[in-house]
Nanobody, 120 residues
Framework: QVQLVESGGGLVQAGGSLRLSCTAS????????MEWYRQATGKQREFVAR???????NYADFVKGRFTISRDNAKNTVYLQMNSLNPEDTAVYYC??????????????WGQGTQVTVSS
């Protein structure tokens, strides 16, 4: 049993910042890549950022230079620092993690999402 819980969403004015967190808990042996996705109303879920266990990162073009993904392996937590937010960033943000459990199975687990709303 593995659970991912996001936090840190909310309402912010354009140009502002938010920091999202996502913590994994349960029967975890190791965590490989961790990712953030987002889904705006009426749109498909889209990739935002990825961080692998060694710290390497990838970003969607629309967030490069504004968002930073990081992780704390000791806390099984991934963060998304979002700066210079604009109304187009309004969405539900989801994290996922590729987790190997103590039973030696590997799967991708998703959190429940956290709402980010950017007002103009």
């Amino acid at each position: 049993q593995v659970q991912l819980v996001e936090s840190g969403g909310g309402l912010v004015q354009a140009g502002g910042s938010l920091r999202l967190s996502c913590t994994a808990s349960g029967s975890i042996l190791s965590i490989n890549e961790m990712e953030w996705y987002r889904q705006a109303t009426g749109k498909q879920r889209e990739f935002v950022a990825r961080i692998i266990s060694g710290g390497g990162t990838n970003y969607a073009d629309f967030v490069k230079g504004r968002f930073t993904i990081s992780r704390d392996n000791a806390k099984n937590t991934v963060y998304l620092q979002m700066n210079s937010l604009n109304p187009e960033d309004t969405a539900v943000y989801y994290c996922n993690a590729n987790i190997r459990t103590v039973s030696r199975s590997t799967a991708v687990y998703w959190g429940q999402g956290t709402q980010v709303t950017v007002s103009s």
